[in-house]
């Protein structure tokens, strides 16, 4: 296999996985806005800071057992959490 046939191979799997990576994360923020619908009906606030810590040490160690970096784990999923309160609203 040619250089430029396996890097394409490889390009093509990595837009694959980003297709996923997509459609994960509209569905994880459909449940974020239902999730939001709840807490609305019980009075509970959207932003659960104990819940959120709870869930960045649990990522931060799922990456490191995966060989990610915890702190962009940590980043990446700050920015979906502002995305998860957004739906929420």
Do not use: N, W
């Not at 932003?47 to 040490?57: A, D, E, G, H, M």
């Amino acid at each position: 296999m040619t250089t430029d046939v396996r890097l394409e191979s490889l390009r093509q799997q990595i837009d694959e996985l980003d297709g996923q990576l997509i459609s994960l994360l509209a569905q994880r923020m459909l449940l974020s806005r239902q999730i939001g619908l709840h807490k609305r009906q019980a009075g509970l606030p959207a932003l659960q800071p104990q819940r959120f810590s709870q869930l960045l040490q649990r990522l931060r160690e799922q990456a490191a057992q995966q060989q990610l970096s915890p702190d962009f784990v940590d980043a990446l999923y700050q920015l979906i959490h502002q995305e998860s309160l957004r739906c929420q609203q």
